[in-house]
């Protein structure tokens, strides 16, 4: 007999989650009994821009499901933006018990083309954003000697074709997960990350689906080698995210912390944590005519493949 969740006492606060998988996580949340703060400025997938009604209407929708939830409405790409939705929690409920950093935004262009202001907003938005939420949430998390975190990084996280900043700011969300596992562990706290894939976002159909069709063009993988993986049987949802956000703010998930976890749809996959995959010693250290030798270029690059090269 699978046991229920319960989140009833809880504290939740979810940023970007008027949309996509922030919306579907805040609805599960409240729907276990959670008391959830729904986070997000209504921008456009681009970053900038504003609806103030996006929240608000993700509120309305868990009220009406009989939950509790309020609206909070700034961009949590500042430390104060962090500070304010964080605040806001507090003073809406008393106390924080979950975050789930899920704000997010691409601006794909090949690096050629990079804009600083691109490479900022986007890095912003997550690596500043995620950080600045988990920076002050975590004195109220040592104070009670709990709580959990869920970052959101990305497939895209191992490389992604015209799509730098973005690659560069989710690999960082891993970094910051571990680095934050480390320093909260010992409090009772939790750290950890998805890598999810979900069709029917904002983000996931406005600004990247022209970068995989450029990247198929030249024969170029737009993602990663994925070693494994099953048919995509089912649709990619938000909910199914959701599902597993959920799964790790409960004790059920207890002994994860610092890690990552894919999921699509039907398939959820743990991913190791970094190892080196073969070493070598040269005893006086390595010079580059240790490096030259033939057997040490076979061993360390033998079957290695360049498959970005393209066609051309
Ligand atoms: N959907 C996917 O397939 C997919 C894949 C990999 C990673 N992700 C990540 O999951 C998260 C959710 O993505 P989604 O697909 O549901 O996107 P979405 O665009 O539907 O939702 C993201 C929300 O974040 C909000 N937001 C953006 N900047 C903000 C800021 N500064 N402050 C507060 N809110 C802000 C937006 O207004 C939007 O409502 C993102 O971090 C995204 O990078 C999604």
């Known amino acids: 007999m699978t046991a229920a969740v319960r989140l009833d006492g809880k504290v939740a606060l979810v940023t970007g989650a008027g949309r996509g998988i922030g919306r579907a996580e805040a609805l599960l949340l409240a729907s276990l009994g959670a008391k959830v703060v729904v986070n997000d400025l209504g921008g456009g ?28 409405t700034s961009s949590v790409s500042s430390w104060e ?11 809406a409920f008393g106390r924080i018990d979950i975050l789930s950093n899920n704000a997010g935004i691409a601006r794909p262009r090949r690096l050629d083309a990079w804009e600083e202001a691109d490479w900022d907003l986007v890095h912003d938005v997550h690596m500043k954003g995620y950080a600045a939420t988990i920076r002050h949430a975590a004195p109220h998390f040592i104070a009670q000697k709990g709580g959990v975190i869920v970052n959101k990084s ?48 904002q983000m996931s159909t406005d600004p990247m689906s022209a970068t995989l069709e450029d990247s198929e063009a030249l024969g170029i ?8 993986g099953l048919p995509m049987a089912v649709t990619p949802d938000p909910q ?6 959920a799964w790790l703010c409960s004790d059920a998930s207890a002994n994860l912390n610092g890690r990552e976890v894919f999921i699509a749809g039907a398939e959820v996959g743990l991913l190791p944590e970094p190892e ?3 070493t070598l010693y040269a005893p006086g250290g390595w010079t580059l005519e240790a490096f030259l030798d033939p057997a040490v270029t076979a ?7 360049n498959r970005f090269r393209g066609r051309s």
């Open 154 to 201: 990305s497939p895209s996280g191992f490389g992604h074709y015209s799509n730098g900043a973005y690659t560069a700011a989710k690999e960082g969300v891993v970094g910051l997960t571990r680095a934050a596992a480390r320093d909260l562990g010992q409090f009772g706290v939790r750290c950890n990350a998805i890598r999810p894939i979900a069709r029917g976002s």
């Open 240 to 245: 199914h995210v959701a599902a597993l956000t």
């Open 221 to 228: 993988p737009a993602l990663w080698n994925r070693p494994r």
């Open 299 to 305: 061993y360390l690059a033998g079957d290695a493949r």
């Open 45 to 72: 997938s681009w970053g900038g821009g504003g609806d103030p009604a996006i929240a608000p209407a993700v509120v309305e929708e868990i009220r009406k499901a009989g939950g509790e939830a309020v609206a909070e």
């Open 81 to 91: 933006g962090g500070r304010r939705a964080v605040q806001a929690t507090i003073d």
């Open 276 to 278: 080196m995959i073969r």
